[in-house]
């Protein structure tokens, strides 16, 4: 049994609300910094970001690590994104959506991944959500559609300035 099949089964024998749960998965994501595509480390994070019976804290540092750390194989990665999107689209703690919107900028060229960062940007209620997803725009570099997004913040009172200072930085103007 190697490291992270070890960390894993300890994982599974704590109790569910214990904090060594969260540092059981930080343990498991620090394998990810020397082999980004463990096979048995992408599914069990992706697993716990979107169990919505998990330690929240689990679940905060394993969409952490798909954040930092995200998939190069084309089937690691969808399964990432798959975990993120269901936070994003299931009615879940405002916490854990926060951290998963901040996430969402490596993977952001996925369609889908686009629609729930630009639907999280523009309307979501918790502000946080809201400025951890225009983060992760942000982060995910230019493109026609993160563009259109940021032009349609331009009225926005709270994230106005912010989407024209990107727009800026990526050498496409301010909002208009």
Do not use: C
């Not at 994982?11 to 990810?32: M, T, Y």
Request: aromatic content about 4%; charged content about 30%.
């Amino acid at each position: 049994m190697d490291r992270t099949e070890s960390l894993i089964d300890q994982f599974r024998a704590q109790p569910p609300e214990s904090d060594k749960r969260r540092e059981l998965v930080a343990g498991v994501s620090g394998i990810l910094a020397d082999r980004p595509d463990h096979p048995a480390a992408l599914p069990f994070l992706a697993s716990v970001t979107e169990d919505t019976e998990e330690y929240e804290l689990a679940r905060i540092e394993a969409a952490t690590a798909l954040r930092l750390w995200p998939p190069t194989d084309d089937a690691h990665r969808q399964r990432a994104a798959r975990a993120l999107l269901a936070v994003m689209r299931g009615p879940d703690e405002d916490l854990v959506r926060q951290y998963v919107a901040m996430a969402l900028g490596p993977y952001a060229d996925d369609p889908e991944i686009h629609d729930a960062m630009a639907a999280a940007v523009l309307f979501d209620e918790d502000q946080l959500v809201r400025d951890n997803a225009l983060a992760a725009l942000s982060h995910a570099g230019p493109s026609d559609g993160r563009a259109e997004v940021l032009h349609r913040l331009a009225d926005d009172r709270t994230l106005a300035r912010e989407a024209a200072r990107i727009l800026t930085a990526w050498g496409l103007g301010p909002a208009v």
